[in-house]
């Protein structure tokens, strides 16, 4: 890849990015809008000298992802809509394992087989809560083609230095469409890569040797002399199945704890015309493209709006959407759903300003005009 | 002569789970003296496990061990054996583990023909969630979710593998620790998919709800039912019905997985 433009499909900008961040591993099962990904792979990984691997259904696929990074490399897999349900299972094995790699969900029409072909943004709940249990979430949401890339390679990095699964998600508007991007050279972005422990097999805790990222273990490859035991159970530092709730506690603690107390490093926000801003737009994916040109409309119309972009929706913007509540009068927040990411945004502005939804679900992108218009409301 | 198990047992991980009386750990120790005999760096063998009485072998075990969901641990260690060659993979499975909710991943596996070795230990119940019956239970036998009797048939392990295209498939009994030994050792040296289906006695479970009054009484039944697949090709249908035939249904030579992958990539980078 030299640097050079390329018109590119969002999914196909995923797999590219998925390349470049050092991923060298991929299984799936073809599910749509999402299966263009798993074609680039099954294109890309052999000639990168990785491996490619259809599984039988998508449970499988997420297992393999999981078996795969345990071997020491960088996984992929990528869903949607009822695929990304099914994944829920082995979601949470990574969590509670703290297996590192990475989940494409293009989001489709639901629930069950609902509109495949349709944009939506009805999983971002899903991505946070689909699998049981308490666990971390870390969730990436670009809008661009160019982001698609680039965040799909700080998914990498993510998955990487926090040792868990990280999902990157968008519509399938994003997913389908073609822009011109220019490709990051190599080297000019960042890669993380997996720390090795330092110590010997003797003194190696699975999740008891730490890395230099606060309560993140570090893994140890299997077959590299280690020989240690991993298992979905509650376990102790030493990756054996605990019933002592004490140390339950502690080690489900520290999971959350190791994501959630590093957000500064994990949220990634867009801020567009907010400082002076009466009005603000909350929006992500592609309905976050109608929303930056619903706030240019409303500049040239003397209105001051301003838009919060989250290219992190987990762990949620929390900061950044209060510091905007307070600024504000509203704050409007569109999505292709009968309303779920309003929720967290009402959570966090703490009732300092109103808190206004635009809702679709007729599989149509929510306009700049729509948009616009519910700014005008409240001008 | 006296086998060394301590070289295969983690440290201070006995006592095991399991009931008294259960099958389950003969077979852990017929496992790993057929492993033995291969010689392998257990630093370059993986074993992997789904959920269940059996899947909690592998804790035990000094390996690189992985124990996994419900069912799937195929799944993983697919993933794993595709991506490092270079790791002897063997999963172990209970009935239901393997054959209902893992019974995709199982035919796909076999049907792969990747080198991994599945062995099925077979007791024909779920024990651990407390005797119902399973995917091998035989028709009118009892469990706790068959409390008239089983009204389902049951699936013949090695016959799913053989026609899922497993290239080696074998059966034996939890009471013939020497065949189990001998199977175990030919399975996972065999380059391709292999099935190893082991009838295992659950007295607490099965054998309860079954007039099975001790664990030795199954062991009996197992050494008195099995029926050598080579003493079964001469007898007539009806003087094997009912018995569980046991030997090596299936060992052919066909091209492994992963070596096809890289025959592959072989070929895009000639055209390259």
Redesign the interface.
Known sequence: MSKKKRLMQGNEACSHGAIYAGCRFFAGYPITPSTEIAENMANLLPKYGGYFIEMEDEIAAMGAVIGASLGGGKTLTATSGPGFSLKQEHIGFACIAEIPCVIINVMRGGPSTGFPTGPSQSDIMQARWGTHGDHPTICLTPSTVSECFTETVRAFNLSEKYRTPVIVTYDEIVGHMREQFIVPEPGELEIINREKPSCGPEEYRPFGTWSNVPDVPVLAPFGEGYRFHVTGLNHRDDGFPTNDGKLIDREERRMMRKVNSQIDDIIKIESINIEDADIGVFAYGSTARSAKRAVKMARENGIRAGLLKPLTIWPFPEKEVFELAKRVKAIIVPEMSLGQIIFEVERTSKGKCDISGINSVDAEPISPSMIFDAIKKFK | MAFYYEKYI?NG?LPHIWCPGCGIGIVMKSILRGIDKLNLD???V?F?SGIGCTSRM??YL????????HG?AL??????????K??TVIAVSGDGDALAIGG??F??ACRRNIDITLIVVNNFIYGMTGGQHSPTTPSGSYGTTAPYGNIDPSFDVCRVADGAGATFVARTTSYHTAQTEQLVEKAVKHKGFSVVDVITGCPVYYGRKNKFKTPTEMLLWQKETALPLKAAEKMKPEQIQGKILTGIFVEKTLPEYTER?AA??QQ?KAR?
């Open positions: 983690r991980k257990k630093n370059k993986a992997v592998p804790g000094d390996f690189n061990t992985l124990h996994t969901t799937r799944t993983f260690a697919t993933g794993l054996k595709h991506a490092r270079d790791l995709n991943h035919i796909h992958y592959m990539v895009i390259a």
